[in-house]
């Protein structure tokens, strides 16, 4: 998994709370990304960031939250505005450019209570 | 805008017969396409991409695929299937000029019989 973690590896959340998903790299990438996976679904885009203290909205952003204070760290808070968030949760990183290869965590399961 | 599209949700190859995940796209521009390789409850990893140049790929684990202008499309290929090659496949574009984001297909399930 190239560089990237991901923690927890199973995340339990209860109605109403917030929680947070940990990703770090040591790949000295510039971009890093947030992607949601649903069985037959693929994977859609949460938040990305290319520079620290800068992000964009993917394609599901509602009920998610980001932070990018560091170059190695981008975590993820799903919030209690997320109404369905039980899903398998990948971080990647790259560097800048249409090109270049994504790197992928080992992912987050987020189960609800 | 860019798309792709993966048509198969599952493919079943026996052990040793070759192997074909199909992708096409739909870019407006020249393309970059990838494939990478998901394994049960772990991330995704990289097989091969085609930047330029010649359009037959070849990356890891005796993967390649063949890069099609013509027929917009981006096949992933083995000419002899393993039951360790069993996954989850997804290919994914990006084109020339354009935000350097990716959009991914939906993934296609390889299923190798013993």
């Known amino acids: 998994d190239g560089g990237i973690t991901q923690s927890p590896k199973y995340l339990f959340r209860k109605e109403g709370q917030n929680v947070t998903l940990s990703c770090e790299q040591n790949?000295?990438?510039?971009?890093m990304y947030w992607y949601r996976q649903d069985p037959g679904q693929g994977l859609r885009l949460i938040y990305y960031s290319q520079i620290v203290n800068d992000f964009q909205k993917g394609d599901i952003a509602e009920g998610y939250s980001v932070s990018r204070e560091k170059k190695e760290s981008f975590p993820l808070t799903v919030t209690s505005a997320q109404k369905n968030p039980t899903a398998f949760y990948l971080c990647?990183?790259?560097?800048?450019?249409?090109?270049?290869?994504?790197?992928f965590g080992p992912g987050t399961r987020l189960l609800v209570l | 805008a860019q798309s792709v599209a993966q048509p198969e949700d599952q493919v079943n190859v026996a052990e040793g017969n070759p192997l074909t995940v199909k992708c096409t796209y739909s870019?407006?521009?020249?393309?970059?396409l990838f494939w990478y390789v998901q394994y049960p409850n772990r991330g995704l990893q990289f097989l091969l991409k085609y930047i330029t140049g010649d359009n037959l790929v070849k990356g890891s684990y005796g993967f390649e695929a063949e890069f099609n202008k013509s027929q917009t499309s981006f096949h992933l290929k083995k000419p002899s299937a393993l039951v360790s090659d069993s996954a989850l496949y997804f290919c994914a574009v990006r084109f020339r000029g354009g935000s350097y984001i990716p959009t991914f297909g939906r993934g296609t399930s390889l299923i190798v019989h013993p």
């Open positions: 790949l000295n990438h510039d971009a």
């Open positions: 870019v407006s521009g020249n393309p970059y």
């Open positions: 990647a990183s790259s560097i800048i450019g249409p090109g270049e290869t994504q790197y």
